[in-house]
């Protein structure tokens, strides 16, 4: 058993109190898990391991949120950020189901932020996206769903509009080459490209074969 001699505010990190125990300084703790302590309260051994057990997860959960602050994340992304800060197992659980609870992890919504994301700013295929939203950990069934309303037609035209006005006074030939080779690196099929290709080149192709490559 020990009795708290002091509690103190830390300088560097005043949302953290020192904790002092028969005058010595004993563990740091979140504001929030020692707002119910007072001095002269005493303390037995179980009761201060389970206040170290959720300070330990009040600071995992302090890590996620300036994770996810940076931008959305999926639960696995999360995951993996606080295995990799060597947190254990119970207390990740307990961060992610916390943050779930308050909607700040939401696979679902996630997996709507990334395909608009994509669309808005790097249009890829359906297939790409899905391999980027698999590897994030997503659930097939909200990546399905997600991805339900992409247009592959309106994303292909999009992603290769600027390239086709860069190329245009290239050959026939080399245009359809280079902006074929460019959608299909971003996943998209045959029929799309070939249909991209044909209308680009319509719009923004010249017959002029002896002009060289703008690169």
Do not use: C
Not at 160 to 179: I, S, V
């Amino acid at each position: 058993m020990g009795k708290i001699t002091a509690l103190t505010r830390q300088k560097r990190n005043p949302d953290r109190i020192n904790v002092f125990i028969d005058g010595a300084f004993a563990f740091g703790l979140a504001e929030i898990t020692a707002a119910y302590l007072r001095v002269g309260q005493t303390l037995s051994p179980e009761e201060i391991e389970k206040l170290q057990g959720a300070d330990q997860v009040e600071k995992a959960k302090d890590v996620a949120i300036r994770y996810i602050e940076y931008r959305p994340r999926s639960v696995a992304e999360t995951r993996r950020h606080l295995q990799k800060k060597e947190y254990p197992d119970a207390v990740i659980e307990q961060v992610v189901e916390r943050l779930e609870a308050v909607n700040l992890l939401n696979d679902a919504d996630f997996a709507r932020y990334w395909v608009e994301q994509r669309e808005t700013f790097k249009p890829r295929s359906k297939i790409a996206i899905q391999q980027e939203l698999r590897q994030k950990g997503i659930d097939r069934t909200l990546i399905d769903t997600a991805v339900t309303d992409v247009d592959e037609l309106a994303a292909a035209t999009q992603a290769a509009e600027a390239k086709a006005r860069r190329w245009g006074t290239l050959p026939e030939q080399q245009f359809r080459q280079k902006l074929g080779g460019f959608l299909q690196r971003r996943g998209f099929g045959y029929d799309i490209v070939r249909e991209v290709t044909e209308a680009l080149w319509a719009e923004y192709g010249t017959e002029d074969s002896e002009a060289n490559d703008p690169y």
